[in-house]
Each structure stands twice: as structure tokens, then as C-alpha cells.
């Protein structure tokens, strides 16, 4: 089939240590556990079956789930490496606790699959993860011990799901642009984002992180993860700066749109009162910047930006 228009790979930087430790979740033993692997094997199918989706690993020219193809599997400017088998228990463990969190039935609706490798490069920077037309690509590599592999791939999965929700809501990036403020410019290449800007404390621009102040999908990423893994926190930037409620708003929404049983999640999660600062781009009374970037796209110099 011809391939289609992919969104720009997304990334999710390796901030596992500074993450663990601002979370206070503590370092687990560098021990590896044993991995068998047809209990690994048993395991990723069981998991995959029980919430409709194909969860593999092994050769990532074989990261493709129908109608798609080999083709597909293909990672622009980007390399992946297969996943060493001991690596897989802590993945596996962040995937299982990540999709526990979605309403049931509901990942499949967007995403067919969950592939793990070892290694992921984006513009010959290390990333964290990725994602295709149709399933999510997430890093499992020692390098970050089980604890970093259970949170990159834990986050990995509510990032990385929510660019996939991001490319089927246009209008959401439009209203979402409106959001960013005026002066704001996107980072201009996937090794920018990788590198990251510079991190501040208690930030009150909105952006929940450097890393999502990159870009307006970026920023939308780390808005799902922020919810779905630390709600507390969004609750607290939302008391630093208004546009966070608001930007918290028009993401419930858009999880909404796509199934309605994510209210209910969102009030047991004690996030509803951010909900009454949902507004329209035309409402909100901001200026929309100049150089918002749209699906698909890295804005790159002498683009005409």
C-alpha cells in the first residue's frame, strides 16, 4: 500500500533519573531478573490479547502491524536496535501498569501495537521512544537499570499514545497553538528537541518542562503523561500559571471526544475542577504564534517560517 504521511517522530528523552528522583520512587536493584524466553514471550502475548493490541519486540524492521508494512517499519533519520531479553520484565512491568490506566478497549481504538527495542536514535541522538502510523515504538535499554526502563516505558506509553490522539484532532492543534505564548519558536530538528533547553523551576509559561516547551506536540505529550502518571503535579502547575488549567482542559477534551468513560477517570483522578477553563482559540484572547508547528512537520531554517 503506499505509505502514508507520517506525523514527526516524537521523542522522550532519557530524564528517567531526575524524574525517579523528583518522584521520589527510588532506584530498584540493578539485579536483572531472569527472562525466559518463552515465559517473556507468553507474557507479551497475554498482555497484548487483553487489551487488543500486538506488544512484541525482537527485529525492528518487523515494528509494522497491518495494513501496514516492512516499509513502514522504517524510522526516518532514524536507527533502533533489538531489545536484550533481560531488559524486557521491567518493560513489560511499565507497559501492563501504563495501559491499566485506559478505560477498557479504549488504546486499541488508536494504537495496534507496542514494540520494545534496545536502543533508539533520532537524528543520531539517543530518544527514548517513538511512534508509527498505527502502534507506539518505546527504549528498554540497561544502560538505565530496571527502574529507568519501568518509567521510560511506563511514560513512554502515555506520551508516545498521545501523539496518536494529537494527528486524529486537528482542531485541537489549532486551539492548542493558541495556547503557546507569542514569543515562543519551536525547536527546529529532532536532535534539538533530544538536547533539550534549558529546565526551570516552577515555570509559569505554561510549558510543564523544557522538553515540552520544544514543540506543541512535545508540549501536548508531556501534558498526557503529566496527567495520567502525576496528576498532582499538573495540579500544581495549574495553581502557578492559569494557562496550564486551560491547556489541561482542552486536553480532557480531546481525550473525551474519542471516548466519554474518560470523564469519569479524570474526576477520580481529582482533576475536574481544571475542566471550567476549556475556551476556543477565538475566545481565549491570545495570539496565536507565528511559528506554531503544525502535524507533520519540523520547521527547518530557509523554511519560510
Given amino acids: 500500500m503506499t505509505r502514508p504521511v507520517l506525523a514527526r517522530r516524537n521523542v522522550l528523552t532519557y530524564a528517567v533519573s531526575a524524574m525517579l528522583a523528583a518522584g521520589g520512587l527510588g532506584v530498584l536493584c540493578a539485579r536483572q531478573r531472569p527472562a525466559e524466553p518463552a515465559a517473556l514471550r507468553r507474557r507479551a502475548n497475554a498482555l497484548g490479547a487483553r487489551h487488543g493490541l500486538r506488544i512484541d519486540y525482537g527485529a525492528p524492521t518487523a515494528f509494522f502491524v497491518p495494513p501496514y508494512g516492512p516499509e513502514d517499519a522504517v524510522i526516518p533519520g532514524g536507527t533502533a536496535t533489538p531489545v536484550d531479553p533481560s531488559a524486557l520484565p521491567p518493560a513489560l512491568d511499565g507497559i501492563e501498569e501504563a495501559l491499566a490506566v485506559y478505560p477498557a478497549g479504549f488504546v486499541s481504538t488508536v494504537c495496534k501495537g507496542i514494540f520494545v527495542c534496545g536502543s533508539l536514535t533520532l537524528d543520531g541522538a539517543e530518544a527514548g521512544g517513538t511512534f508509527g502510523p498505527a502502534w507506539l515504538i518505546l527504549v528498554a535499554t540497561l544502560k538505565v537499570r530496571e527502574s529507568g526502563i519501568y518509567e521510560t516505558c511506563r511514560l513512554g506509553v502515555h506520551h508516545e499514545l498521545s501523539s496518536l490522539i494529537w494527528a486524529k484532532l486537528p482542531d485541537v492543534q489549532v486551539r492548542w497553538s493558541a495556547l503557546m505564548p507569542a514569543d515562543w519558536t519551536p525547536a527546529k530538528t529532532n536532535a534539538e528537541v533530544l538536547i533539550g533547553r534549558q529546565e526551570q523551576e516552577d515555570r509559569s509559561d505554561g510549558f510543564l518542562s523544557a522538553y515540552g516547551s520544544t514543540t506543541s506536540e512535545n508540549d501536548f505529550n ?84
Fill in 222 to 305: 508531556v501534558y498526557a503523561e503529566t496527567m495520567f502518571a502525576f496528576p498532582s503535579r499538573l495540579l500544581a502547575a495549574a495553581s502557578r500559571a492559569p494557562v496550564v488549567a486551560r491547556k489541561a482542559a482542552l486536553i480532557f477534551e480531546a481525550y473525551e471526544r474519542l471516548d466519554p468513560r474518560f470523564r469519569e477517570m479524570f474526576m477520580r483522578r481529582g482533576l475536574d475542577g481544571l475542566r471550567s477553563n476549556t475556551a476556543s482559540s477565538e475566545d481565549l484572547g491570545l495570539r496565536v504564534s507565528p511559528v506554531g508547528t503544525p502535524r507533520g512537520e519540523i520547521v527547518r531554517p530557509g523554511d519560510g517560517h
